[in-house]
């Protein structure tokens, strides 16, 4: 497993963050599309907010979502509806360049049909994964890949509905095939709750969160707290 762990102080966390997603995307290729998939959760609720101010442009920018929860995107629980808040109000970012969950008739339509689109750009048309951020429950999970669910099995799909035994709702997510295709994985894990979970993955490779790989070293952004109870 290729890691790559930074400390970062809790007090600046957010700005950290923002200047170093902000100088991903200012520093692309231009000429070239570079496809960001997006995390929920409130640490990126405001990095979000702030790329909206310090990012110099947009164009060939494309925005997906690792997950979303299958509700409206005007629900109060819709990831989508969060980076739209926060990003899409405040920055020119062309709608054809905007790829959100499709919320359809049901989780598996909803699922099958960003997999296609998914496979149009990834597969067909060979499109790079550019950069992928991820979030960190205190459980272990990460993106809608929580303990215990089906989809941790899946070799095939690269997006799949994913039932969460305990959880409001049915939740849609992108698999361990569609993250492995990544160029560069960014886990964002802020809060001291989240110190033994951190333990677990980057010491004993356990939950969903140990399991992701990608094509380039997987980069875990912790704070101080997260940080906390590793032993080096």
């Not at 629900?75 to 790829?99: C, G, K, T, W, Y």
């Amino acid at each position: 497993m290729n890691r790559k762990i930074d400390v970062i102080d809790s007090d600046s966390y957010a700005q950290e963050v923002t200047e170093r997603i902000t100088q991903a995307l200012n520093q692309r290729d231009k000429s070239q599309p570079f496809h960001f998939f997006l995390s929920g959760g409130s640490t990126p609720k405001v990095v979000y907010a702030g790329l909206a101010e310090t990012v110099d442009s947009w164009e060939n920018v494309h925005l997906w979502w690792g997950d979303e929860r299958f509700v409206p995107h005007d629900h109060a629980d819709s990831n989508f509806r969060m980076v739209r808040e926060q990003l899409l109000s405040r920055a020119e970012i062309p709608s054809p360049q905007v790829h959100p969950w499709p919320i359809l008739s049901t989780p598996e339509l909803s699922a099958e049909t960003y997999d296609r689109e998914f496979r149009d750009f990834f597969v067909e048309q060979g499109h790079s994964l550019s950069l992928q951020l991820l979030g960190m429950g205190d459980d272990g999970h990460t993106a809608s890949l929580f303990p215990g669910t089906n989809a941790l099995q899946e070799t095939e799909k690269f997006c799949v509905r994913n039932v969460v035994e305990g959880k409001e709702s049915v939740r849609l997510s992108l698999t361990y095939p569609a993250l492995e295709m990544s160029e560069r994985v960014v886990f964002l894990v802020k809060g001291a709750g989240k110190s033994d979970a951190v333990v677990r993955v980057l010491e004993r490779g356990e939950d969903p969160a140990g399991r992701v790989e990608a094509r380039g070293p997987v980069e875990f952004w912790l704070d101080s707290e997260a940080a906390a109870k590793l032993s080096k």
